[in-house]
């Protein structure tokens, strides 16, 4: 793994999770301390709009039956043609990878110049399958029991166990993860017991870029 960031560059916490875990409840509290939010699926989006270079190259490798009748990606066909094809998939991380992190490398720019000594937050749903830990100074993972992401996958999408399941199957067990975190936030309880590990996770941030 790549050597962390150095405290003469801005201070971005990564923030990441299970499916299903919480990550985006625990991203907002963030937001409201005053962190800037990057989020990676809205990069994920925006790289591939019409127009844009990694869409045109999307469509020379896959076809345009990945397209709306409008020329926008159909993200939903794209995501059944790669999920149980892992060459397909690295071929479209290849073709998306590159403008994202490029994305991510001016936004964090922006907001430094905009937010002077902020604590900017990343937003990524696979920092630790995609081994990204060295684009950020810090990793958070924000925590939930296996049995609790299958039950808010259920409730949440209207799906099998079974399929909750093989959705889980396709990240990296979240215990797992933690051990590769700087934090974690538990996000199985109530909302205001995540919220007060956001504050205190916040306030000792604070201390360190101080």
């Known amino acids: 793994m790549a050597s962390r960031q150095t405290t003469t560059e801005p201070f971005v916490l990564g923030v990441t999770g299970g499916i299903a875990s919480g990550k985006s409840t625990v991203c907002a509290l963030f937001l409201e301390l005053g962190a800037p939010f990057i989020d990676f699926d809205v990069l994920a989006r925006l790289v591939v ?15 345009k039956m990945v397209l709306h009748a409008d020329g926008t990606l159909d993200r939903e066909k794209m995501s059944r043609l790669v999920f149980n094809n892992p060459d397909q998939r690295r071929k479209l991380e290849a073709l998306t990878h590159a ?46 029991s296996p049995d609790q992401q ?9 799906i099998s166990k079974n399929a909750a399941l093989k959705m ?26 995540t919220r007060r590990q956001v504050k205190a996770l916040w306030h000792k941030l604070l201390q360190l870029i101080r």
């Open 49 to 63: 709009e019409r127009g844009r270079p990694a869409l045109k190259a999307i469509v020379a490798h896959f076809g």
């Open 99 to 144: 403008p994202i992190f490029a994305e991510y490398r001016r936004q964090v720019e922006r907001l430094t110049t905009e937010h002077p000594g902020a604590i900017i937050q990343a937003g990524v749903p696979l920092l630790m399958e995609m081994n990204l830990q060295s684009l950020f100074t810090k990793v958070l993972l924000v925590y939930a």
């Open 150 to 158: 299958v039950a808010r996958l259920r409730a949440r999408d209207g």
């Open 168 to 193: 889980l199957a396709s990240q990296l067990p979240i215990d797992e993860k933690v051990t590769r975190a700087d934090y974690v936030i538990d996000n199985g309880g109530t909302e205001a017991e």
